[in-house]
């Protein structure tokens, strides 16, 4: 979501006279399957996979104008503009060794006070996983790829101790996929956190079959207050279209049993997939009703290359707009209907959501807002069907 940005900063820089000479790296997801188009666009080189250890070989080799291509993962253009991709780096085994991250080399104190002022609070992002055992379509794995490694407890529990003495933050957002997978992990975390006074209010995600009620009681105590629980879909079919290797149910209980212990509940919803029907967005919509999750997110299912889905809809690629100006976002392929039908069932999911939300209010409900709200569902159904 931030090429569009990175580009133009790169351009900044190479038609800048006083900074023109300085090295652009870049690395993530992204680049892995678009290597040329980044290296075209100004970059000098790319850093394909975990970069730690290719970065303290790359950063040495560039001071002194060394052969590039003796350096495992990574590309670059040569002399003659060919593109060189090196051998692929192996991924790190232990992640023991690795340092905290160096907040302080940038201002993280702007970062805390923007969350603040849009989000009510201000939060830091902290990594305690690398890779995903996980098979999901739609979902990138090109940097730490089809794997599962963890960094000890302690350190972890050190890491959240440090930020909370020195930064303060009123929350802390795990970025990892599935913060439960490993329960023996969790114990130890919960353990460490509570031992090194480290506790900080914190939110994870993960899959609801890697929940029960010892492991919400170990992350209510360990200072969970929110954990997104992914279904993607209320519609047992097109989850098993993303094989997510999820049970629709499983995760409406656990949504469910999450809110009852007293822990707020978030879940992804995906519209527009493949082989979806109105039936299949209909289910969603009562899935979300019925778990009743906190917060949710929506969006239009959009594939990112190098994952199954981009493989699966290559050929069905209806929009592609230039690839310097655009994100993946924009990309659209040939679903059961058309762009803007789905547009439209955005809409119709949240105001059904919504209206169920009003409505679970009983006596305290606003009857205006419940009208309100059934009325645009009720034109946003009609808006859909004209567009199919």
Not at 21 to 40: A, Q, S
Not at 47 to 61: D, F, H, R, S, W
Not at 322 to 346: C, G, M, P, Q
């Amino acid at each position: 979501m931030t090429k569009v940005k990175v580009l133009e900063l790169i351009s900044f820089i190479k038609s800048t006279s006083e900074i023109r000479h300085i090295k652009i790296i870049l690395g993530g997801p992204d680049v892995t399957h678009n290597c040329d188009k980044y290296l075209l666009n100004g970059a000098d080189v790319i850093v394909i996979g975990e970069g730690e250890q290719t970065m303290a070989e790359l950063v040495p080799a560039l001071e002194k104008n060394q052969d590039l291509s003796l350096i495992d993962g990574i590309a670059f253009f040569n002399s003659n503009q060919t593109l060189i991709r090196t051998k692929g780096r192996e991924k790190m085994k232990s992640l023991e060794d690795l340092p905290l991250p160096n907040r302080a080399a940038i201002p993280i104190e702007k970062y805390l006070e923007t969350w603040k002022n849009f989000h009510g609070q201000s939060s830091m992002t902290v990594s305690t996983q690398r890779g995903c055992p996980y098979t999901c379509k739609w979902c990138s794995t090109a940097v730490y790829g089809q794997s599962y490694r963890r960094r000890p407890a302690n350190k972890v529990a050190a890491e959240l101790k440090y930020l909370k003495e020195t930064y303060k933050p009123d929350a802390v957002w795990f970025v990892d996929d599935v913060f439960t997978v490993s329960h023996k992990w969790l114990q130890e975390f919960h353990d460490e956190v509570i031992a090194q006074n480290a506790v900080i209010p914190f939110e994870c995600i993960t899959r609801a079959e890697r929940l029960n009620d010892e492991v919400l009681t170990l992350l209510k105590n360990a200072g969970c207050f929110r954990i997104w629980i992914g279904a993607e879909s209320g519609s047992q079919d097109i989850i098993d279209e993303m094989d997510r290797r999820v049970d629709v149910d499983v995760v409406k209980t656990m949504i469910q049993k999450t809110n009852a212990f007293g822990i707020e509940t978030g879940t992804f919803i995906m519209l527009g997939y493949p082989k979806e029907t109105i039936e299949d967005i209909n289910k969603t919509i009562q899935y979300l009703k019925a778990a009743n999750p906190t917060h949710y997110t929506i969006t239009i299912a959009y594939p990112i290359k190098g994952t199954g889905l981009y493989q699966q809809i290559e050929s069905d690629i209806t929009i592609q707009p230039e690839w310097h100006l655009s994100t993946d976002r924009d990309i659209d392929f040939k679903r059961t209907y058309n762009r803007k039908f789905y547009d439209y069932a955005v809409k119709k999911v949240m105001m059904e959501v919504e209206w169920n939300k009003e409505h679970l209010k009983g006596k305290h409900s606003n009857k205006l807002k419940l009208f309100k709200l059934k009325t645009k569902s009720l034109i946003k159904t009609g808006q859909m069907l004209f567009n199919r």
